[in-house]
């Protein structure tokens, strides 16, 4: 990855994908370009048209040397991929696959939080009373790619999927999850917060590859004493995010349980318009990529409907990630203030305000409000 040693600019590969993702996309990085500037940053984005269109014009998602061209960005930016009517979504979710695996984006990292003016469908949980991180395995486990299809069309027909479970892999997710864990409880800077790593398993039911999760979580739980234990099967992990969602702060789980688990912590956040993540390659040699984790939603596209706050939200992890710390800060308070103040919300939120209009609510407030504080 060619780093640009450069304080004054970023390089990011920007790829609005499918659907609706032009029209949140533009919004974000609209918002973080301006939040950047504000630090005295300059964002050199390099917009691509890979996705589904570039499938159907040249049989591929992206050409064969999308990983080269991405590699000497900073940093890339996901709107949305897939357009199930047109190309199988299986086809077209390899583009976010292959990039995952192709950059050894290994963690990742899903923060859920509740702003004050959002409407959780939990009756009881106050603003900022769901504050925890989900840090999902992202490139081996169910995810793979191994196994077969056997006797194909016979009624002895065999599918085959192997989940794939290394010591390496296991271990730096657990690692990371515990580091995470002491960086928040710092941030946190109170004496009552105490991190807690909740280990997502089902080694009652998987007696190979969770049973060994299980023991790979413990060995590293032992370096971090200063952080709680604690371990949950997934099915009453699921249940615990419902009825005690403030009781979480680190989730480590693996691929499929992760993008399970973090559907449901993005309903309880508020819904898919609030819910965004980072595809993280820790070691800084590849780029991590910053992506909503809502799809491209094709039957809103162009009507300018959707809930841009996830997306946003994504940019200001991929700030936060390229150390424009300040900038990153800027655009959460800005959200915060336009969520709180509750006039300008989006169809989702129950009103009747564009993608546009509350992308715009919030570059107004970035731009008016103080960069510090
Ligand atoms: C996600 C998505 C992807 C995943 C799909 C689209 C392949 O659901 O990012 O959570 O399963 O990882
Ligand atoms: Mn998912």
Excluded at 221 to 249: C, E, H, T
Excluded at 277 to 295: A, L, T
Aim: charged share 25%.
């Amino acid at each position: 990855m060619a780093t640009n040693t450069s304080e004054s600019s970023r390089t990011i590969a920007v790829i609005p994908g499918d659907g609706v993702g032009m029209e949140v996309t533009r919004e974000a990085m609209g918002i973080a370009s301006a939040a950047a500037s504000r630090e005295g940053c300059r964002l050199e984005m390099n917009w691509l048209d890979w996705g589904c269109d570039h499938f159907l014009r040249t049989g591929a998602m992206m050409p064969p040397d999308a990983l080269d061209t991405l590699s000497s960005h900073d940093a890339i930016y996901l709107g949305c991929i897939g357009d199930a009517a047109r190309v199988p979504d299986h086809v077209s979710l390899q583009l976010l696959l292959s990039i995952r695996k192709g950059f050894d984006q290994y963690i990742n990292l899903r923060p859920v939080y509740l702003y004050d003016g959002v409407t959780s469908p939990l009756r009881d949980v106050k603003p900022g009373g769901i504050d925890l991180v989900v840090v999902r395995e992202n490139v081996e486990g169910e995810y793979a790619r191994i196994g077969g299809r056997f006797k194909p069309g016979t009624p002895e027909e065999i599918a085959l999927q192997t989940a794939v479970f290394t010591r390496k892999g296991t271990e730096r997710t657990m690692r990371y999850a515990f580091e995470l864990s002491r960086r928040r409880r710092k941030l946190a800077g109170r004496g009552s917060f105490v991190g807690m790593v909740t280990s997502c398993t089902k080694s009652n039911a998987l007696n190979y590859s969770m049973v060994f999760w299980d023991e790979v979580y413990r060995q590293v739980a032992a370096d971090y004493n200063d952080i709680r234990q604690d371990s949950a099967m997934v099915d009453a992990l699921s249940m615990w995010l419902v009825k005690n969602p403030g009781s979480f702060d680190v989730i480590v789980a693996s691929n499929l349980f992760g993008d399970i688990i973090t559907d449901l912590a993005a309903m309880l956040q508020g819904g898919m318009g609030f819910a965004a993540g980072g595809n993280i390659n820790p070691e800084r040699v590849h780029p991590s990529m910053f992506e909503p984790i809502h799809g491209s939603a094709p039957r809103y596209t162009g009507q300018g409907v959707v809930n841009p706050v996830a997306a946003i939200e994504a940019a200001r992890m991929m700030l936060e990630h390229l150390r424009l710390e300040t900038a990153a800060r800027c655009i959460r308070r800005a959200l915060q203030d336009v969520l709180s103040e509750g006039v300008v919300r989006t169809r989702d939120m129950g009103g009747s305000a564009s993608t546009g209009d509350m992308g715009r609510a919030i570059l107004e407030r970035l731009q008016g409000g103080r960069a510090e504080g």
